[in-house]
Protein backbone atom coordinates (compact mmCIF):
# COMPACT_ATOMS: atom_id res chain seq x y z
CA UNK A 1 0.00 0.00 0.00
CA UNK A 2 1.22 3.41 -0.66
CA UNK A 3 2.57 5.00 2.39
CA UNK A 4 0.23 8.32 1.88
CA UNK A 5 -2.94 6.06 1.70
CA UNK A 6 -1.82 4.42 4.98
CA UNK A 7 -0.59 7.30 6.69
CA UNK A 8 -4.68 9.05 5.28
CA UNK A 9 -6.34 5.56 6.95
CA UNK A 10 -4.06 6.18 10.30
CA UNK A 11 -5.75 9.64 10.55
CA UNK A 12 -6.94 10.19 14.17
CA UNK A 13 -10.31 9.62 14.57
CA UNK A 14 -10.43 13.06 16.54
CA UNK A 15 -9.34 14.89 13.56
CA UNK A 16 -12.17 14.32 11.41
CA UNK A 17 -14.46 16.85 10.14
CA UNK A 18 -17.24 16.87 12.72
CA UNK A 19 -19.12 19.87 14.16
CA UNK A 20 -17.21 22.77 16.05
CA UNK A 21 -18.96 22.80 19.47
CA UNK A 22 -21.65 26.01 19.77
CA UNK A 23 -20.24 27.63 22.53
CA UNK A 24 -16.34 27.45 21.51
CA UNK A 25 -18.25 28.75 17.83
CA UNK A 26 -20.18 31.53 19.92
CA UNK A 27 -16.89 32.88 21.28
CA UNK A 28 -14.54 32.63 18.85
CA UNK A 29 -16.91 34.82 16.06
CA UNK A 30 -17.63 37.17 18.71
CA UNK A 31 -13.69 37.30 19.37
CA UNK A 32 -12.96 37.69 15.60
CA UNK A 33 -15.71 40.21 14.84
CA UNK A 34 -15.50 42.26 17.70
CA UNK A 35 -12.16 43.92 16.48
CA UNK A 36 -11.98 46.75 13.74
CA UNK A 37 -11.81 45.57 10.12
CA UNK A 38 -8.48 46.75 8.31
CA UNK A 39 -9.09 49.88 6.38
CA UNK A 40 -9.71 49.24 2.48
CA UNK A 41 -6.54 51.13 1.89
CA UNK A 42 -5.75 49.85 -1.49
CA UNK A 43 -9.04 49.28 -3.90
CA UNK A 44 -10.57 45.91 -3.30
CA UNK A 45 -8.24 43.22 -4.51
CA UNK A 46 -10.34 40.68 -6.65
CA UNK A 47 -10.26 37.03 -5.78
CA UNK A 48 -8.97 34.56 -6.25
CA UNK A 49 -5.45 35.36 -5.12
CA UNK A 50 -4.58 31.82 -4.55
CA UNK A 51 -4.05 29.34 -7.04
CA UNK A 52 -6.97 27.43 -7.41
CA UNK A 53 -6.07 23.69 -7.19
CA UNK A 54 -8.83 20.99 -7.42
CA UNK A 55 -8.63 19.95 -3.57
CA UNK A 56 -9.13 23.48 -2.61
CA UNK A 57 -12.02 23.20 0.24
CA UNK A 58 -12.47 19.47 -0.45
CA UNK A 59 -12.35 16.21 0.94
CA UNK A 60 -9.09 14.42 2.41
CA UNK A 61 -9.43 11.88 -0.60
CA UNK A 62 -8.33 14.62 -3.12
CA UNK A 63 -4.62 15.31 -3.81
CA UNK A 64 -4.08 11.85 -4.24
CA UNK A 65 -6.75 11.27 -6.53
CA UNK A 66 -5.76 14.27 -8.26
CA UNK A 67 -2.14 12.39 -8.93
CA UNK A 68 -4.31 9.09 -9.45
CA UNK A 69 -5.44 10.75 -12.48
CA UNK A 70 -2.53 12.66 -13.71
CA UNK A 71 0.09 9.47 -13.14
CA UNK A 72 -1.54 6.11 -12.08
CA UNK A 73 -3.77 3.63 -13.10
CA UNK A 74 -2.96 0.61 -15.23
CA UNK A 75 -2.99 1.31 -19.25
CA UNK A 76 -5.82 -0.36 -20.97
CA UNK A 77 -4.68 -3.46 -23.35
CA UNK A 78 -7.34 -3.19 -25.78
CA UNK A 79 -8.44 0.23 -27.32
CA UNK A 80 -11.50 1.65 -25.51
CA UNK A 81 -14.72 1.32 -27.25
CA UNK A 82 -15.79 5.35 -27.30
CA UNK A 83 -14.30 7.56 -30.05
CA UNK A 84 -12.94 11.11 -29.09
CA UNK A 85 -14.72 13.62 -30.80
CA UNK A 86 -13.74 16.84 -29.26
CA UNK A 87 -16.16 19.79 -30.24
CA UNK A 88 -14.25 22.58 -28.36
CA UNK A 89 -10.36 22.14 -28.94
CA UNK A 90 -9.42 19.01 -31.45
CA UNK A 91 -9.89 18.00 -34.20
CA UNK A 92 -7.25 14.76 -35.16
CA UNK A 93 -7.61 14.96 -38.86
CA UNK A 94 -4.32 12.85 -40.81
CA UNK A 95 -3.29 9.38 -39.18
CA UNK A 96 0.07 8.78 -39.98
CA UNK A 97 2.97 6.57 -38.51
CA UNK A 98 3.45 7.89 -35.23
CA UNK A 99 6.87 6.18 -35.49
CA UNK A 100 8.06 8.67 -38.00
CA UNK A 101 6.62 11.63 -36.55
CA UNK A 102 7.75 11.22 -33.18
CA UNK A 103 11.59 10.79 -35.65
CA UNK A 104 11.13 13.76 -36.96
CA UNK A 105 10.26 15.18 -33.68
CA UNK A 106 13.54 13.41 -31.99
CA UNK A 107 15.28 14.51 -35.16
CA UNK A 108 14.39 18.42 -34.53
CA UNK A 109 15.01 18.31 -30.53
CA UNK A 110 18.57 16.56 -30.98
CA UNK A 111 19.32 20.38 -33.84
CA UNK A 112 18.33 22.80 -31.16
CA UNK A 113 21.08 24.80 -29.84
CA UNK A 114 22.03 24.06 -26.63
CA UNK A 115 22.50 27.43 -24.44
CA UNK A 116 22.21 26.94 -20.45
CA UNK A 117 22.19 29.78 -17.94
CA UNK A 118 21.89 31.06 -14.64
CA UNK A 119 18.44 30.33 -14.31
CA UNK A 120 15.69 27.72 -16.32
CA UNK A 121 12.52 29.95 -16.53
CA UNK A 122 9.48 28.87 -17.64
CA UNK A 123 5.85 30.16 -18.18
CA UNK A 124 3.08 27.66 -18.45
CA UNK A 125 -0.90 27.66 -17.96
CA UNK A 126 -2.95 25.75 -16.50
CA UNK A 127 -6.71 24.88 -16.98
CA UNK A 128 -9.09 23.10 -15.04
CA UNK A 129 -12.53 22.43 -15.57
CA UNK A 130 -15.51 22.80 -12.98
CA UNK A 131 -18.98 21.81 -13.20
CA UNK A 132 -21.09 25.24 -12.65
CA UNK A 133 -22.91 24.63 -9.13
CA UNK A 134 -26.30 26.31 -10.86
CA UNK A 135 -26.82 25.89 -13.96
CA UNK A 136 -25.83 23.28 -16.61
CA UNK A 137 -22.43 24.96 -17.61
CA UNK A 138 -18.68 24.13 -17.52
CA UNK A 139 -15.87 26.47 -16.38
CA UNK A 140 -12.60 26.76 -16.83
CA UNK A 141 -9.81 27.85 -14.89
CA UNK A 142 -6.89 29.11 -15.80
CA UNK A 143 -3.77 29.68 -14.04
CA UNK A 144 -0.50 31.44 -15.04
CA UNK A 145 2.28 29.58 -13.27
CA UNK A 146 6.22 31.40 -13.62
CA UNK A 147 9.08 29.28 -12.47
CA UNK A 148 12.66 30.15 -12.21
CA UNK A 149 15.21 27.22 -11.42
CA UNK A 150 18.60 28.12 -10.54
CA UNK A 151 21.78 26.23 -12.69
CA UNK A 152 23.54 26.38 -9.51
CA UNK A 153 22.99 24.00 -6.23
CA UNK A 154 22.13 25.94 -3.31
CA UNK A 155 19.91 28.43 -4.22
CA UNK A 156 16.46 28.71 -3.86
CA UNK A 157 13.89 28.04 -6.74
CA UNK A 158 11.22 31.52 -7.65
CA UNK A 159 7.77 31.34 -8.71
CA UNK A 160 5.21 33.47 -9.39
CA UNK A 161 1.81 32.31 -9.61
CA UNK A 162 -1.38 34.15 -10.94
CA UNK A 163 -5.02 33.30 -11.75
CA UNK A 164 -6.43 34.55 -14.50
CA UNK A 165 -10.15 34.76 -14.39
CA UNK A 166 -12.73 31.63 -14.49
CA UNK A 167 -14.62 31.87 -18.04
CA UNK A 168 -17.10 29.67 -19.27
CA UNK A 169 -15.52 26.47 -21.35
CA UNK A 170 -17.15 26.78 -24.46
CA UNK A 171 -20.21 28.89 -26.88
CA UNK A 172 -22.59 27.04 -25.32
CA UNK A 173 -21.54 27.35 -21.89
CA UNK A 174 -21.11 30.76 -22.27
CA UNK A 175 -24.34 30.89 -23.34
CA UNK A 176 -26.30 29.21 -20.17
CA UNK A 177 -23.66 31.11 -18.40
CA UNK A 178 -25.10 34.52 -19.78
CA UNK A 179 -28.75 33.27 -18.83
CA UNK A 180 -27.90 32.41 -15.26
CA UNK A 181 -27.32 36.08 -15.08
CA UNK A 182 -23.75 36.72 -16.57
CA UNK A 183 -22.15 35.66 -12.53
CA UNK A 184 -18.80 37.58 -12.04
CA UNK A 185 -18.51 34.98 -9.01
CA UNK A 186 -19.00 30.87 -10.20
CA UNK A 187 -20.13 28.66 -7.59
CA UNK A 188 -18.84 25.65 -8.68
CA UNK A 189 -18.59 21.85 -7.68
CA UNK A 190 -15.97 19.79 -6.32
CA UNK A 191 -14.80 17.22 -8.04
CA UNK A 192 -16.56 14.14 -7.51
CA UNK A 193 -14.97 12.57 -4.72
CA UNK A 194 -16.72 8.85 -3.90
CA UNK A 195 -17.39 8.79 -0.33
CA UNK A 196 -16.13 12.20 0.46
CA UNK A 197 -17.34 14.07 3.51
CA UNK A 198 -17.64 17.35 1.80
CA UNK A 199 -18.41 18.44 -1.57
CA UNK A 200 -19.58 21.67 -1.34
CA UNK A 201 -17.50 23.14 -3.93
CA UNK A 202 -16.11 26.50 -4.11
CA UNK A 203 -16.35 30.01 -6.11
CA UNK A 204 -14.54 31.16 -8.99
CA UNK A 205 -14.36 34.62 -10.03
CA UNK A 206 -14.03 35.54 -13.63
CA UNK A 207 -12.03 38.41 -12.55
CA UNK A 208 -8.44 37.66 -12.81
CA UNK A 209 -6.20 37.86 -9.72
CA UNK A 210 -2.97 39.42 -8.12
CA UNK A 211 0.39 37.77 -9.22
CA UNK A 212 1.89 35.70 -5.73
CA UNK A 213 5.70 35.35 -5.51
CA UNK A 214 6.67 32.39 -3.87
CA UNK A 215 10.16 31.11 -3.32
CA UNK A 216 12.16 28.20 -1.32
CA UNK A 217 15.52 26.72 -0.95
CA UNK A 218 16.29 23.79 -3.25
CA UNK A 219 15.19 20.77 -1.61
CA UNK A 220 18.41 18.85 0.05
CA UNK A 221 20.25 21.72 -1.54
CA UNK A 222 20.14 20.64 -5.04
CA UNK A 223 17.05 18.75 -6.29
CA UNK A 224 15.07 20.62 -8.58
CA UNK A 225 12.68 18.41 -10.69
CA UNK A 226 11.45 15.24 -9.80
CA UNK A 227 11.74 12.32 -12.32
CA UNK A 228 10.91 8.95 -10.93
CA UNK A 229 12.99 10.11 -8.51
CA UNK A 230 14.35 13.42 -7.29
CA UNK A 231 16.80 15.03 -9.46
CA UNK A 232 19.25 17.52 -9.23
CA UNK A 233 20.68 19.79 -12.05
CA UNK A 234 23.54 17.85 -12.92
CA UNK A 235 21.77 14.22 -12.76
CA UNK A 236 19.33 16.01 -15.63
CA UNK A 237 22.19 16.78 -17.68
CA UNK A 238 23.99 13.80 -17.30
CA UNK A 239 21.18 11.86 -18.97
CA UNK A 240 22.35 9.30 -21.54
CA UNK A 241 21.70 10.22 -25.07
CA UNK A 242 20.79 7.42 -26.49
CA UNK A 243 17.19 5.97 -26.46
CA UNK A 244 17.52 2.23 -24.91
CA UNK A 245 20.08 3.79 -21.97
CA UNK A 246 17.64 6.83 -21.25
CA UNK A 247 15.04 4.32 -21.06
CA UNK A 248 17.30 2.16 -18.74
CA UNK A 249 18.05 4.76 -16.52
CA UNK A 250 14.15 5.96 -16.13
CA UNK A 251 13.23 2.38 -15.57
CA UNK A 252 15.62 2.19 -12.30
CA UNK A 253 12.61 3.79 -10.51
CA UNK A 254 9.84 1.73 -11.71
CA UNK A 255 8.60 -0.52 -9.23
CA UNK A 256 5.61 -1.62 -11.30
CA UNK A 257 2.89 0.57 -9.75
CA UNK A 258 1.77 4.30 -10.53
CA UNK A 259 3.87 7.41 -10.04
CA UNK A 260 1.80 8.34 -6.35
CA UNK A 261 0.13 4.92 -6.28
CA UNK A 262 0.32 1.61 -5.88
CA UNK A 263 -2.11 0.99 -8.43
CA UNK A 264 -0.45 -1.32 -10.88
CA UNK A 265 0.99 0.35 -13.62
CA UNK A 266 2.85 -1.12 -16.63
CA UNK A 267 5.88 0.39 -17.96
CA UNK A 268 4.99 1.79 -20.79
CA UNK A 269 2.48 4.02 -19.07
CA UNK A 270 4.60 4.54 -16.57
CA UNK A 271 7.87 5.74 -18.64
CA UNK A 272 5.14 7.58 -20.92
CA UNK A 273 4.36 10.08 -17.35
CA UNK A 274 7.80 10.49 -16.43
CA UNK A 275 8.97 11.36 -19.73
CA UNK A 276 6.26 13.68 -20.70
CA UNK A 277 7.61 15.57 -17.56
CA UNK A 278 10.74 15.43 -18.75
CA UNK A 279 10.07 16.85 -22.49
CA UNK A 280 7.62 19.48 -21.46
CA UNK A 281 9.36 20.61 -18.05
CA UNK A 282 12.89 19.88 -17.92
CA UNK A 283 16.34 21.58 -18.93
CA UNK A 284 17.86 18.45 -20.74
CA UNK A 285 20.65 18.60 -23.11
CA UNK A 286 18.82 18.56 -26.84
CA UNK A 287 20.27 15.11 -27.34
CA UNK A 288 18.59 14.06 -24.22
CA UNK A 289 14.98 15.59 -25.56
CA UNK A 290 15.75 13.77 -28.88
CA UNK A 291 16.20 10.52 -27.08
CA UNK A 292 13.09 10.62 -24.93
CA UNK A 293 11.12 11.24 -28.28
CA UNK A 294 12.80 7.66 -29.66
CA UNK A 295 12.05 6.43 -26.79
CA UNK A 296 8.46 7.17 -27.10
CA UNK A 297 8.89 6.35 -30.58
CA UNK A 298 9.14 2.83 -29.36
CA UNK A 299 6.85 2.26 -26.67
CA UNK A 300 3.85 -0.36 -28.25
CA UNK A 301 0.55 1.13 -26.40
CA UNK A 302 0.74 4.74 -27.44
CA UNK A 303 -0.82 6.69 -30.15
CA UNK A 304 0.18 9.71 -32.64
CA UNK A 305 -2.22 11.88 -33.89
CA UNK A 306 -1.33 15.02 -36.47
CA UNK A 307 -3.25 18.27 -35.98
CA UNK A 308 -4.07 18.31 -32.93
CA UNK A 309 -5.11 22.24 -31.22
CA UNK A 310 -3.76 22.56 -27.80
CA UNK A 311 -5.81 24.95 -25.23
CA UNK A 312 -3.65 28.05 -26.70
CA UNK A 313 -5.33 27.33 -30.46
CA UNK A 314 -1.91 26.19 -31.25
CA UNK A 315 -1.46 23.36 -33.85
CA UNK A 316 1.19 20.36 -33.26
CA UNK A 317 1.17 16.62 -33.41
CA UNK A 318 0.00 14.92 -30.08
CA UNK A 319 1.63 11.10 -29.11
CA UNK A 320 -0.54 10.18 -26.27
CA UNK A 321 -1.47 7.19 -24.10
CA UNK A 322 -4.76 5.47 -21.85
CA UNK A 323 -5.12 5.38 -18.62
CA UNK A 324 -7.97 4.22 -16.46
CA UNK A 325 -8.74 6.58 -13.74
CA UNK A 326 -10.82 6.22 -10.34
CA UNK A 327 -12.06 8.99 -7.89
CA UNK A 328 -10.44 7.06 -5.18
CA UNK A 329 -7.69 4.51 -5.05
CA UNK A 330 -9.75 1.48 -3.60
CA UNK A 331 -13.26 2.19 -5.61
CA UNK A 332 -14.34 -0.09 -7.67
CA UNK A 333 -16.93 1.18 -9.42
CA UNK A 334 -16.87 4.30 -11.46
CA UNK A 335 -13.69 3.59 -13.41
CA UNK A 336 -13.30 6.07 -16.48
CA UNK A 337 -10.52 6.21 -19.20
CA UNK A 338 -8.75 9.62 -19.64
CA UNK A 339 -6.03 9.82 -22.92
CA UNK A 340 -3.18 11.73 -21.87
CA UNK A 341 -1.47 13.19 -24.51
CA UNK A 342 2.06 15.49 -25.01
CA UNK A 343 1.56 17.71 -27.83
CA UNK A 344 4.44 18.78 -29.39
CA UNK A 345 6.27 20.94 -32.62
CA UNK A 346 7.30 17.99 -34.59
CA UNK A 347 9.82 20.37 -36.08
CA UNK A 348 11.54 21.83 -33.14
CA UNK A 349 10.65 18.85 -30.36
CA UNK A 350 9.16 21.44 -28.45
CA UNK A 351 6.75 20.70 -25.89
CA UNK A 352 3.23 23.33 -26.29
CA UNK A 353 1.29 21.19 -23.96
CA UNK A 354 0.28 18.23 -21.97
CA UNK A 355 -3.46 17.61 -21.69
CA UNK A 356 -6.08 15.14 -20.41
CA UNK A 357 -8.99 14.29 -22.35
CA UNK A 358 -11.96 12.19 -21.44
CA UNK A 359 -12.66 9.27 -23.14
CA UNK A 360 -14.79 7.29 -21.04
CA UNK A 361 -16.34 9.60 -17.79
CA UNK A 362 -15.59 8.49 -14.70
CA UNK A 363 -13.70 9.25 -11.55
CA UNK A 364 -13.19 12.79 -11.08
CA UNK A 365 -14.20 13.11 -14.69
CA UNK A 366 -17.80 11.90 -13.94
CA UNK A 367 -19.42 14.80 -15.09
CA UNK A 368 -17.64 15.03 -18.43
CA UNK A 369 -18.61 14.31 -21.53
CA UNK A 370 -16.34 11.66 -23.51
CA UNK A 371 -13.83 14.31 -25.73
CA UNK A 372 -14.24 16.77 -23.22
CA UNK A 373 -10.39 18.57 -22.39
CA UNK A 374 -10.51 18.04 -18.97
CA UNK A 375 -7.19 19.53 -17.56
CA UNK A 376 -4.50 20.74 -19.69
CA UNK A 377 -0.84 22.80 -18.91
CA UNK A 378 -0.05 24.72 -22.06
CA UNK A 379 4.11 26.12 -22.36
CA UNK A 380 4.29 29.93 -23.27
CA UNK A 381 8.10 29.65 -22.63
CA UNK A 382 10.73 27.23 -21.41
CA UNK A 383 14.45 28.51 -21.79
CA UNK A 384 17.39 29.55 -19.72
CA UNK A 385 18.07 33.06 -18.76
CA UNK A 386 20.61 35.24 -16.65
CA UNK A 387 17.97 37.67 -15.16
CA UNK A 388 17.34 37.40 -11.53
CA UNK A 389 13.64 36.17 -10.95
CA UNK A 390 10.51 37.98 -9.97
CA UNK A 391 12.16 40.87 -8.77
CA UNK B 1 -26.12 40.73 9.14
CA UNK B 2 -23.88 42.16 7.03
CA UNK B 3 -22.70 41.00 3.57
CA UNK B 4 -19.41 40.82 5.66
CA UNK B 5 -20.59 38.94 8.67
CA UNK B 6 -22.06 36.18 6.58
CA UNK B 7 -19.25 35.84 4.19
CA UNK B 8 -16.57 35.64 7.27
CA UNK B 9 -19.43 33.20 9.38
CA UNK B 10 -20.01 30.64 6.78
CA UNK B 11 -15.96 30.91 6.02
CA UNK B 12 -15.61 30.04 9.56
CA UNK B 13 -18.00 26.89 9.75
CA UNK B 14 -16.54 24.84 6.31
CA UNK B 15 -12.68 25.82 7.55
CA UNK B 16 -12.39 26.04 11.30
CA UNK B 17 -12.72 22.48 11.88
CA UNK B 18 -9.79 21.63 9.46
CA UNK B 19 -7.80 24.56 10.45
CA UNK B 20 -7.84 23.14 13.97
CA UNK B 21 -6.84 19.95 12.44
CA UNK B 22 -4.27 20.84 11.09
CA UNK B 23 -3.15 22.91 14.29
CA UNK B 24 -3.44 19.63 16.24
CA UNK B 25 -1.46 17.47 14.08
CA UNK B 26 1.36 20.52 13.78
CA UNK B 27 1.40 21.09 18.31
CA UNK B 28 -1.18 19.06 19.78
CA UNK B 29 -4.49 20.33 21.03
CA UNK B 30 -3.31 21.96 24.18
CA UNK B 31 -2.82 25.36 22.20
CA UNK B 32 -5.12 24.65 19.16
CA UNK B 33 -7.72 26.30 19.59
CA UNK B 34 -5.78 29.54 20.54
CA UNK B 35 -4.35 29.61 17.18
CA UNK B 36 -7.43 28.80 15.31
CA UNK B 37 -9.26 31.54 17.24
CA UNK B 38 -6.16 34.16 16.51
CA UNK B 39 -6.00 32.86 13.02
CA UNK B 40 -9.77 33.79 12.15
CA UNK B 41 -9.62 37.22 14.37
CA UNK B 42 -6.59 37.75 11.40
CA UNK B 43 -9.41 36.49 8.70
CA UNK B 44 -11.89 39.12 10.25
CA UNK B 45 -9.43 41.89 9.87
CA UNK B 46 -8.25 41.31 6.13
CA UNK B 47 -11.99 39.84 5.01
CA UNK B 48 -10.85 41.66 2.04
CA UNK B 49 -7.58 39.97 1.15
CA UNK B 50 -9.54 36.17 1.68
CA UNK B 51 -9.65 34.40 -1.40
CA UNK B 52 -12.13 31.99 -2.57
CA UNK B 53 -11.16 29.01 -1.55
CA UNK B 54 -10.12 30.33 1.93
CA UNK B 55 -8.69 26.62 3.54
CA UNK B 56 -4.91 27.67 2.21
CA UNK B 57 -4.92 30.86 3.05
CA UNK B 58 -6.83 30.36 6.41
CA UNK B 59 -3.66 27.48 6.69
CA UNK B 60 -1.16 29.85 5.72
CA UNK B 61 -2.33 32.15 8.55
CA UNK B 62 -2.63 29.22 10.86
CA UNK B 63 1.06 28.16 9.91
CA UNK B 64 2.24 32.13 10.84
CA UNK B 65 0.31 32.09 14.10
CA UNK B 66 1.65 29.33 15.04
CA UNK B 67 5.68 30.25 14.08
CA UNK B 68 5.27 33.51 15.52
CA UNK B 69 3.31 32.70 19.26
CA UNK B 70 3.96 29.12 20.14
CA UNK B 71 8.05 28.70 21.37
CA UNK B 72 9.42 26.07 19.22
CA UNK B 73 10.24 23.84 21.92
CA UNK B 74 6.51 24.21 23.02
CA UNK B 75 5.14 23.41 19.58
CA UNK B 76 7.49 19.97 19.87
CA UNK B 77 6.32 19.19 23.55
CA UNK B 78 2.50 19.56 22.84
CA UNK B 79 3.20 17.47 20.10
CA UNK B 80 4.57 14.73 21.57
CA UNK B 81 2.06 14.62 24.29
CA UNK B 82 -0.33 14.72 21.27
CA UNK B 83 1.28 11.94 19.67
CA UNK B 84 1.52 9.66 22.86
CA UNK B 85 -2.05 10.17 22.94
CA UNK B 86 -2.28 9.16 19.26
CA UNK B 87 -0.87 6.25 19.74
CA UNK B 88 -1.84 5.16 23.33
CA UNK B 89 -6.32 6.30 22.43
CA UNK B 90 -8.70 3.06 21.45
CA UNK B 91 -6.45 0.72 22.45
CA UNK B 92 -9.13 -1.95 21.98
CA UNK B 93 -9.24 -0.47 17.92
CA UNK B 94 -5.86 -0.55 17.26
CA UNK B 95 -4.40 -1.97 14.46
CA UNK B 96 -0.37 -2.83 14.70
CA UNK B 97 -0.26 -1.16 11.01
CA UNK B 98 -1.92 2.65 11.94
CA UNK B 99 0.09 2.33 14.98
CA UNK B 100 3.41 1.76 12.79
CA UNK B 101 2.40 4.46 10.71
CA UNK B 102 1.53 7.37 13.51
CA UNK B 103 5.14 6.04 14.89
CA UNK B 104 6.62 6.56 11.62
CA UNK B 105 4.87 9.98 11.43
CA UNK B 106 5.94 11.21 14.82
CA UNK B 107 9.55 9.94 13.81
CA UNK B 108 10.18 12.50 11.27
CA UNK B 109 11.34 16.05 10.57
CA UNK B 110 8.63 19.07 11.13
CA UNK B 111 8.79 19.70 7.82
CA UNK B 112 8.21 16.26 6.47
CA UNK B 113 6.03 15.74 8.85
CA UNK B 114 3.92 19.02 7.63
CA UNK B 115 4.15 18.14 4.48
CA UNK B 116 2.72 14.61 4.52
CA UNK B 117 -0.15 15.89 7.16
CA UNK B 118 -0.86 18.55 4.37
CA UNK B 119 -1.34 16.20 1.99
CA UNK B 120 -2.76 13.26 3.43
CA UNK B 121 -4.48 14.83 6.05
CA UNK B 122 -5.85 17.78 5.01
CA UNK B 123 -5.78 16.50 1.34
CA UNK B 124 -4.87 19.44 -0.41
CA UNK B 125 -3.70 19.29 -3.83
CA UNK B 126 0.42 20.28 -4.40
CA UNK B 127 -0.81 23.73 -5.50
CA UNK B 128 -2.65 24.25 -2.42
CA UNK B 129 -0.19 22.96 -0.19
CA UNK B 130 2.53 24.76 -1.80
CA UNK B 131 0.66 28.16 -1.21
CA UNK B 132 0.56 27.40 2.52
CA UNK B 133 4.16 26.10 3.13
CA UNK B 134 4.87 29.07 0.56
CA UNK B 135 7.16 27.85 -2.32
CA UNK B 136 6.07 26.73 -5.75
CA UNK B 137 4.44 23.28 -6.45
CA UNK B 138 6.98 21.95 -8.56
CA UNK B 139 9.34 22.01 -5.52
CA UNK B 140 6.71 21.55 -2.89
CA UNK B 141 6.57 17.84 -5.41
CA UNK B 142 10.24 17.28 -4.53
CA UNK B 143 9.56 18.07 -1.14
CA UNK B 144 6.85 15.27 -1.03
CA UNK B 145 8.79 12.81 -2.46
CA UNK B 146 11.55 13.03 0.17
CA UNK B 147 9.34 13.24 3.04
CA UNK B 148 7.32 10.18 2.03
CA UNK B 149 10.26 8.01 0.89
CA UNK B 150 11.19 8.87 4.47
CA UNK B 151 8.12 8.03 5.84
CA UNK B 152 8.07 4.51 4.07
CA UNK B 153 11.77 3.80 5.73
CA UNK B 154 10.35 4.41 8.78
CA UNK B 155 7.55 2.24 8.85
CA UNK B 156 9.21 -0.57 6.71
CA UNK B 157 12.10 -0.83 9.53
CA UNK B 158 9.65 -0.65 11.87
CA UNK B 159 7.87 -3.50 10.84
CA UNK B 160 10.57 -5.97 9.76
CA UNK B 161 13.93 -5.10 11.51
CA UNK B 162 14.96 -8.71 10.68
CA UNK B 163 16.91 -7.43 7.39
CA UNK B 164 18.76 -4.93 8.94
CA UNK B 165 20.24 -7.68 11.20
CA UNK B 166 21.14 -10.04 8.22
CA UNK B 167 22.84 -7.42 6.81
CA UNK B 168 25.00 -6.39 10.00
CA UNK B 169 25.67 -10.48 10.23
CA UNK B 170 26.81 -10.11 6.59
CA UNK B 171 28.73 -7.75 7.63
CA UNK B 172 30.78 -9.78 10.78
CA UNK B 173 31.13 -13.05 8.64
Known amino acids: MNPIDQLRAARPAHLDDTPVDPRTRAAELSRAMARPRQAPARRRIVRPVWGLGLAGAAAAVTAVAVTISATGGTAPRAPSAQVISSPATTTPRIELSGRSILLAAAHGAARQPDVTGAYWHTVSVSRNLFEAADGDYTVVDPQRNEVWTPSATGGEQWSRTRSLGAEPAGPDDRAAWERAGSPAEIQVKSPKMGDSPKSKGFTLSTEPGAARDGHAPLVDGDKVFWLGRNVTMKDLRDLPNDPDRLKAWLLRSYEGHGTESDDPMSSDAWLFAVTVGLITDMPVTPQVRGAAFRMLADLESIEVVRDVVDAEGRTGSAVAIEERVRAKADAKAGEGILRNRLIFDEATGRALARDSVVVRPGGLQAGFAPGTVWNSETVLEAGWTDEKPAS | ?173
Open chain 2, 1 to 173: MTDDSQRFTSMYDECRQRVWAYVVSRAGRQVADEVVSETFAIAWRRLEDVPEPALPWLLGVARNVLRDNIRAEIRRDALSAELRAWTEDDVAEQVTERLNVLKALTGLSEDDREILILTAWQGLSPRDAAQVVGCSPTTFRVRLHRARRRLKQRMDTAVSPEPRMRNLSEEWS
